[in-house]
């Protein structure tokens, strides 16, 4: 009896062939990133590398934790720093409140590109202040910047504290994303802060503190309803209905995946690098404006009050892009009758436009943008005879 063999579809057969390569191919790939990002888990773990660095305080929302030796890392960016905080919760040397004779201090406010977790205390930019000024006489330059901070908690930690350090100029190092922090109540991921109200008179109101205990995944809240409306609109709501969508099998395998999650990382990033910030209603600017100017004023009145000179320095993107136009926080200054001034066009000339100044991954100042950084301010103040 005959045996009839069947016939297989070359077609079928190759596109099986084709979709098992695929598959192992993925399986290998995704292998290599697993394994590549455990390594990477062993040197630069970055499990609670802020939390264990930060307390709640009832006035200024969340402070540096005093007397705390921890760990500041990032996997992607590839650091591991260690992070001393002192006895009176900065990110410095042991200084006393009272000046020794002869010496001038310079009393430097901000968030996370001024507390500079990303470098190692050497290279930040009060060292690096320090060193500059250090044929100009007996200087000491005192950090007191806080991560994620805004004008509002830098102006509360000047009256409550940085007063006594008794400073004989004053920086606050702003920030494009200052004015946001300034009106802003709860963000996601983070403690609750106090914030500022402005009277129809100009003048200030404190609200929120004591700071309630707020879990970080609370909703973003914001201190008026048109910020309210555009921001959890733009921002909040997208990142819902994206989590919402994600249901499907396929959908929730490409979130977990490594390989996906490292494609989407440099599709962020060259977005990122091709835009500034968000454009904003002007109802919305116009109240970042309006309170930011009432924060600066209050910082220069109060610097005036205690005998010490007092400006505004702004930073820019590590990259050292030019904004499209004046930002708000010159405009704020501008309003406030503050000194100001940056160096978004020094940046911009030396970088070339690239990443040299900040790390890979994001906009924080390396070594060389906190180096860069302090020169700029080194020489202005110079040319303002301040130094």
Known sequence: ???TKQKQNPLYFNLLVAIGA????FVFIEICFYSYDG??????????????LHEADPLLGWRKRANTTGFFASKRNKYRNVININSHGLRDEEYDYAKAPGTKRILLLGDSVTVGYEVDKQSLIDTQLEALLANQGKYEVINAGTRAYGGDQSLLY???????????????VAVLNDPLENITIHQRGRKAKPYFLAEETGELVLQGVPVPDVSPDSEWVLATPEAQAFYTGAF???LEDKAVSLRSFVKRLLVKSRFFSWIRQRLAMGVANRTGRASVPAAVEAQEVSITSRLITEM????ESIGAHFMVYETTAGEGRRPGKTTVIERAAGDAGAL???SFDAFFEESGGTKKFCFKHDGHWNARGHAFAAREIYKYLREREWA
């Open 158 to 172: 000047l009256m409550t504290e940085g007063y006594r350090y008794a400073p004989d100029v004053i920086i606050y």
């Open 22 to 25: 695929l598959v192992a191919c």
């Open 39 to 52: 390594y990477l888990e062993l040197l630069y773990s970055e499990k609670d590398n802020v939390s264990m």
């Open 340 to 342: 100001y001034f940056n």
């Open 236 to 238: 909040q709501g997208p």
């Open 1 to 3: 009896m005959a045996v």
């Open 300 to 303: 220069r009145e109060y610097s």
